[in-house]
């Protein structure tokens, strides 16, 4: 299976089941498309049709592109097979060793924002704060049936964490003290709306979070739309500031402002260039995910607004990376050269088997965003899982179990998606979403083309 498509004046050809990127010229672009369906001499006569005025374009010329195209195909470099169909990618969950873990620290939040899918984080129920007698137990739970791992990940999440902040730092150091005991190493990330960030959380952080999640929506009156407090009043002032502060501090360790855009920006470029215009350099950009009928629900309208806006922040960061201000914009990251492994590319993020998220009560859940929705309940850190059959459902959640998967091109880039958005958008987790499908094709798209104009150091968009 192959993918085409021209972006920036350039023709990419992707080969699916190989990952192999060919960047063309219109005349192997225009070949490749036939190539499958139809005999040689048609292709050779189609060609001198269309592109024999031009002066380095004969008969000869074209019969070398369709032998090249023919070593390709014979390297396995395009048209190759899908080797993986064959693979039982639900037996590469079947270990029951989980790696990750999501703890609620705070199921209450000092910002009231509208969008929320965590309900101003209390995700349906009532507020809480966890206490350090079960953030202990859920630790000790994530060691006990880690098997043979030894880095183990866990993510401080709410509503707000820094609510409870005494509770965070005292399990990290929990975790620390048994290290070297349970033979463990543990990462930890804390994300934040940064309104209690204070020197201590900054100190803290740079020395035991190997990731720091900032959430900032972008301009100040982006920002201000819905990130605000309880009175209604915009946090912008107040975060961007401290999360300035926090982002200098640390150094070289990773942290992401991550926004979330809406029908009402949908020129969400303009919210990643202000944040990169005031000093962040690794961003992240989500679309929002909500009920159709809400007013900030993203549109069928949007999307070629969307599109657009994707392609203008793939030039826009190659021209800033040549000009020596670059920035990172995690949709964007992508290996060529090697890729995720087989094991992501088929099996996806392992929510419900090996990432599991954690309640203030202990509760288990596959992962955030299906706290509260008790169907989804799948045991405690003190009893386990003990909703199995549950875990047999998620761990059926990867690319060959989707039909909808089949036949699209980007399947080993998400390896199916997310199974939360196919839940909320279909009603099952091995369903799809598709507004979210398009979105992420697109940026697959961009990222491919950019990672090659840096790598062959050609200009934004070609000119003729």
Partial sequence: MIHQYKLGGY????????????????VAYDIISMYENTDRETIVSAMLEKYGSLPDVNEAEIRECISDIDALRDAGKLFSEDSFVGIDAGALKNRNEIKALCLHVAHTCNLNCEYCFASQGKYNGDRALM???????????????????VNLEVDFFGGEPLMNWDVVKRLVAYARSIEEEKHKHFRFTLTTNGVLVDDDVIEFSNREMNNVV?????????????????????????????FLKFAKARGERDYYVRGTY???????????LHLADLGFTQLSMEPVVCSPDDPCALTEDDLPTLFAEYERLAFEMLKREREERPF???????????????????????????????????????????????????????????????????RKTNVYARPECADCWGRLYCSGGCAANAYHATGSILGTYDYGCRLFLKRMECAIML???????LPAEKTE
């Fill in 328 to 394: 990172t914009f995690y949709h964007y990251m992508i290996d060529l050269r090697h890729g995720p492994c087989i094991y992501k590319r088929l099996s996806g993020c392992g929510s419900g088997t090996e990432y599991l998220a954690v309640t203030p009560w202990g509760d288990l859940y596959p992962c955030h965003q299906f706290v509260g929705d008790e169907k989804y309940l799948m045991g405690n850190v003190w009893d386990g899982v003990k909703n199995t059959a549950l875990r047999e459902d998620f």
């Fill in 451 to 457: 990672e090659v104009l840096r790598r062959l150091g």
């Fill in 131 to 149: 206490s350090f007698e079960v953030g202990r137990r859920a630790l000790d739970f994530l060691v006990e049936n880690s098997g043979s791992r």
């Fill in 262 to 272: 809406t029908h009402y920006n949908t020129d969400f470029v303009n919210d990643i």
């Fill in 11 to 26: 023709g990419f050809v992707l080969d699916v089941c190989s990952g192999s990127v060919h960047m063309v010229d219109d």
């Fill in 214 to 242: 900032m959430s900032i929506d972008g301009r100040p009156e982006v920002h201000d739309r819905f990130r605000v407090d309880y009175s209604g009043r915009g946090s912008y002032e107040t975060v961007v500031p401290k």
